[in-house]
């Protein structure tokens, strides 16, 4: 008896978005008895975890066809295909294409090559294939992937390639069949979001984008917008911020340090007083407007002093829902090379990070109570504010609509109402 694909995902909300797409290419060439590991580039950890995880689901499905693709795929293939567990190795551009499918397909066993992955950088085109939401009530849309920009730190533009937009009318056209869906938010997602745009006739920032979609699909009741570089904030997004309702007041920043030294060292492109000012001038175009952000810990080279400057940026931009990521070296960057910080140290200063997080988290969550909040209900007991803060409920609310609750109480990590 055959039996459908089975799909794992590591990493980034792109790679789980890509997973949705790559179930319909599979579904439609009729790939059967396969497992499908779509893998995460970012760290060594990545890697070595969906080794791991590979070689479990061997043991376990001992006549599956296992296919690996993602992005550790592409930066180091040669890695997969010296694993005896597998059988097929694709690359991120090849595995967003039907033909990649078809050659998998039953009738195509032994026939397909064992190793599908070509030059990332040559590819001038993404989403080739588009999907019609993902997620039960909350639909994301990829509008760009790739980077032009070299951190110091970041493996992934070599396993994206460079930086691709997606034309507006294609996003709208989109979004416009997700709100007839029944879809009542939708997020724009990418690589380095806020290069939308670099790379089309005319060079459109993003903000034209954000205001394009809103006129254009008027039933869109919510937009969100993923994470995005500060720096490169447009004018034009700075005014959707300031006018439109229906763009979510939460921000995910790509601030990664608080340190001028480290920024440099990262080869970022901002310092610590323009993430600072771009969160003031959002907050008071947008008064409930709330941050997250991605910071490192334990960057090489980073002493106690410089490490204090990101600790402090936590309450300097205002910052809320904090990613922290403790340092680790990744083969083929040139931070690898760098200097490095014990290890000791590293877990020491992202705890310190995470509980200024939880903090601000805190006096966020006690800012809500006795408030009337706008959520969108992801199952029959929670939803999400327009801040994106978790709502639960006591009793069935209904799934995938919009209301309005007063907040009671919370737990430290959810609301309840």
Partial sequence: MTKPPIFETFGCRLNAYETEAMK?????????????????????????????????????????????????????PETFAAMAE?????????????????????????QTERVIVDD???????????????????????????????????IIPYGRGNSRSVPAGVVVDQIKRLVDRGFNEVVLTGVDL??????????????DLVRRILKLVPDLPRLRISSIDSIEADPALMEAIATEPRLMPHLHLSLQAGDDMILKRMKRRHLRDD??????EALKLRPDMIYGADIIAGFPTETEEMFENSLKLVEECQLTWL???????????????MPQ???????????RLRAAGDLRVQAHLDAQ??????????????????????????????????????????DGKSLFA
């Fill in 86 to 110: 597998v059988d097929h190795v694709v690359g991120n551009s090849e595995k967003m294409q039907a033909e990649t499918w078809k050659g998998f397909a039953p009738d195509l066993i032994g």
């Fill in 194 to 207: 806020t290069s939308w745009g670099d790379d089309l006739p005319g060079t459109p920032p993003l903000g």
């Fill in 120 to 154: 990332i950088m040559s590819v001038t085109e993404t989403a080739g294939h588009l999907i019609d939401g993902f997620g039960r009530h909350r639909a994301y849309v990829q509008v760009q992937n790739g980077c032009d920009h070299r951190c110091t730190f970041c």
């Fill in 275 to 280: 993430a600072i000012r771009f969160c003031e």
């Fill in 323 to 337: 990613h922290v990521f403790p340092y680790s070296p990744r083969p083929g960057t040139p931070a690898a090379k």
């Fill in 369 to 410: 109570v006795g408030r009337d909040q706008v959520i969108l209900m992801e199952g029959p007991r929670m939803g999400r504010t327009e801040q994106f803060a978790e709502v639960r409920f006591d009793r069935d609310m209904p799934e995938g609509q919009i209301i309005t609750a007063r907040i009671s109480s919370h």
């Fill in 24 to 76: 319909e290419l599979a579904e439609a060439a009729g790939v059967e008895d396969a497992i499908v590991v779509n893998t995460c580039a970012v760290t060594a950890e990545a890697v070595r975890k969906a080794r791991q995880d590979i070689r479990r689901m061997r043991r376990d499905n001992p006549n599956a066809k296992i296919i690996v693709t993602g992005c550790a795929a592409q930066t180091e």
């Fill in 341 to 351: 910080v014990r290890g000791p140290a590293i877990k020491d200063r992202a705890a």
